[in-house]
Structure formats: structure tokens, C-alpha cells
């Protein structure tokens, strides 16, 4: 089993920036993959990013591309999410997921289902 807990949420206003954490503690060395979701009032959960655990390589939505980055300190098994120029749409709630499925297709893991475990979430709210 693994357990996620993410942190950093909160308000957060046009142009401003958000790091949001995701702490993995239990067998975090079986997951290929962390990733980060969102669900926005009334829409389905999206990916916003993914990050391969050992090879630290990258896979973005194309709606946060140039805004967001993902990261990992593999030491204290956490991923991070920095999140710069924020806008309205950025309201949601933030959720990091983990996957032990292998694949060596980055479109596999931008996918809901190739994730095994869940974190809670975190709100980030974005304030005028």
C-alpha cells in the first residue's frame, strides 16, 4: 500500500504562485509514476502533470505548460507542484496519484486509470 497526503492549498490571486507537496509514505518504492490531478467545481477530474519516480521525466497538460512544474525529492519519497501565474482556472482541488503500472507510453499516465492510490486533495481557490 501507499499512502498520499498533499499539502499547500489554500487562496491564491491572479499572478500569484502555489507549491503544493505530496508526501508518499508505505511501499513507495513499487510506483513507476506520480501524478498530479484536478477537479474544478462541476467538471470531471483532469491530469496537469506526471512525473516518472526514478527518471524524474516530465509529462504536462497543455493548459499548464510554461506555468506549472512538477519535481520529486526522492529522499523524502515527495512530489512537489509549483504553480506560477495563476488565474481564475485554477480553482479546484488538487489531487496527487500514484501508479505501480508500467509503461513506457507517456499518454498511458495522463490517463485516471493508470493510477493506483489517491491522495485526499487540496483546495486552491483562486481570489480576485
Known amino acids: 500500500q501507499v499512502q498520499l497526503v498533499e499539502s499547500g492549498g489554500g487562496l491564491v490571486q491572479a499572478g500569484g504562485s502555489l507549491r503544493l507537496s505530496c508526501a508518499a509514505s508505505?511501499?513507495?518504492?513499487?510506483?513507476?509514476?506520480m501524478g498530479w490531478f484536478r477537479q474544478a467545481p462541476g467538471k470531471e477530474r483532469e491530469f496537469v502533470l506526471g512525473?516518472?519516480?526514478?527518471?524524474?521525466?516530465?509529462y504536462y497538460a497543455d493548459s499548464v505548460k510554461g506555468r506549472f512544474t512538477i519535481s520529486r525529492d526522492n529522499a523524502k519519497s515527495t512530489a512537489y507542484l509549483q504553480m506560477n501565474s495563476l488565474t481564475p482556472e485554477t480553482t479546484a482541488v488538487y489531487f496527487c496519484?500514484?501508479?505501480?503500472?508500467?509503461?513506457?507510453?507517456?499518454?498511458?499516465?495522463?490517463?485516471?486509470?493508470?493510477?493506483?492510490?489517491w491522495g485526499q486533495g487540496t483546495q486552491v481557490t483562486f481570489s480576485s
Open positions: 508505505g511501499r513507495t518504492g513499487s510506483f513507476y509514476v
Open positions: 496519484a500514484a501508479s505501480e503500472d508500467w509503461s513506457d507510453s507517456g499518454s498511458f499516465y495522463r490517463t485516471l486509470g493508470a493510477y493506483n492510490y
Open positions: 512525473i516518472r519516480w526514478r527518471a524524474g521525466t516530465t
